[in-house]
C-alpha cells in the first residue's frame, strides 16, 4: 500500500510541476529549456496514462519557429491532469489548526469515516440531514498516519449528526462502528421509550467525560 501512496504523490507532484510550469510559458507548453532531463524523463508516465502530452513534431516545429531556437521536447497536462490535479487538491486538507470555540478534536476510524462519507453525500435525500458544516468538516478533515484516524474539528451539534449517520449505518450494515464512536464520544441513538423515534442518547454525563479528559 505504500508503495501505491508513493506512486500517487510522484504523480502529482510531476502534474503539479508541469502546471506551475506552464503558468510562466509564454505559449501554454512547458519546453525543454525550463525543466531539467530529469524531469522530461519522470512525465513520460504520466503521458502514459493520459494526463500529459508531447509535442508532436509538427507543434514542436511550430514552437522552434515561436522562439527562434530549435525545441526538442515540450509538454502540457491534458485535461484528464488537470481533473486529477482539481481531485488532488480537494483530497488535501490544510493542516488542523485544533478545535475552535465550541468546537471537540474527533477522530474517525477509516471505516467510520467511509460511513459518514455516505451520510453526507445523500444529504438531499435524507430527512434528518447532517448538521450545518459538517459536510465541509468531512471534506476537509486530515488524516494522521501515526494514529490511523481522520481527524475534524467538530461541535456538539455536528458530533450528534455524526452518532444519527452511524446509526443509520448500524441499521444497514455494521454496528462495530457505532458502538466505538459511542464508547469515544458518549452519544448513540436509540429508539425513544416514548415515541419509538431514534434519539440521541448521552451514554454518561457530560462533566465524566470532560473530567477523563
Not at 449517520?165 to 458502538?179: I, Q
Request: charged content about 25%; aromatic content about 6%.
Amino acid at each position: 500500500m505504500r508503495g501505491v501512496v508513493k506512486g500517487a504523490e510522484k504523480r502529482i507532484a510531476v502534474l503539479e510541476g508541469l502546471r506551475e510550469h506552464e503558468h510562466v510559458a509564454r505559449h501554454a507548453w512547458v519546453l525543454d529549456d525550463a525543466v531539467p532531463t530529469a524531469f522530461q524523463q519522470g512525465v513520460e508516465p504520466v503521458v502514459r496514462e493520459g494526463l500529459a502530452e508531447l509535442a508532436d513534431r509538427d507543434t514542436r516545429a511550430h514552437l522552434s519557429a515561436l522562439v527562434s531556437r530549435p525545441v526538442r521536447w515540450a509538454a502540457r497536462l491534458t485535461p484528464y491532469g488537470r481533473d486529477a490535479l482539481a481531485y488532488a487538491h480537494a483530497r488535501r486538507p490544510a493542516e488542523p489548526d485544533g478545535p475552535g470555540p465550541g468546537e471537540r478534536l474527533v477522530e474517525l476510524r477509516p471505516a467510520q469515516m467511509s460511513a459518514i462519507r455516505v451520510f453526507a453525500a445523500l444529504a438531499d435525500e435524507l430527512a434528518v440531514k447532517p448538521a450545518d458544516g459538517l459536510t465541509e468538516r468531512v471534506r476537509s478533515a486530515s488524516f494522521s498516519k501515526e494514529a490511523n484516524r481522520w481527524q475534524l474539528c467538530l461541535t456538539d451539534e455536528q458530533i450528534v449528526s455524526v452518532a444519527y449517520g452511524l446509526y443509520l449505518h448500524r441499521l444497514t450494515l455494521s454496528e462495530a462502528e457505532a458502538n466505538a464512536f459511542a464508547r469515544d464520544y458518549n452519544v448513540t441513538f436509540r429508539p425513544s421509550p416514548a415515541t419509538g423515534a431514534p434519539t440521541a442518547v448521552l451514554l454518561r454525563p457530560l462533566a465524566d467525560d470532560s473530567d477523563g479528559a
